[in-house]
């Protein structure tokens, strides 16, 4: 949609076509869903819907292991476009809801950022750090 542009949904027909079988009135075939279906399916929802909670925790768990190895990137600290990418998604997902400053400090992301702030070798990661 686009500009005034409304949409007019039938939600009594939307209503009616989702109940049709499923209301008790008609016999319907709908079988309920084996265990190997519903186990596939949980598996296909988890790999598919975004957890910003568990994105944040990952990079802040990246983020503790590089200022514990004083950003050395012969142990595994990210550098250039990987870097700014990582610190680009934190500031995202802090924006993107208020609990995830409060989940940042939980993290120890907080302690880490300052971190990268301070004393990050690189410039430009110590400006998208703040």
Request: hydrophobic share 30%; glycine share 6%; with cysteine.
């Amino acid at each position: 949609m686009s500009g005034g542009e409304e949409q007019n949904i039938d939600w009594q027909g939307l209503l009616n076509w989702s109940t049709k079988y499923h209301d008790g009135t008609a016999p319907s075939d709908v079988q309920p869903m084996s265990e190997e279906d519903r186990e596939w399916l949980q598996q296909a929802m988890k790999q598919y819907t975004y957890d910003d909670t568990d994105k944040l925790k990952e990079i802040c768990e990246q983020m503790n292991k590089e200022v514990e190895s004083n950003f050395d990137q012969t142990k595994g600290s990210k550098s250039g476009d990987e870097l700014y990418n990582m610190l680009d998604d934190l500031q995202n997902l802090i924006e993107l809801h208020e609990r995830n400053s409060l989940n940042l400090a939980i993290t120890g992301g907080l302690k880490s950022l300052m971190s990268y702030i301070f004393s990050h070798p690189d410039s430009e990661a110590r400006v998208i750090a703040c």
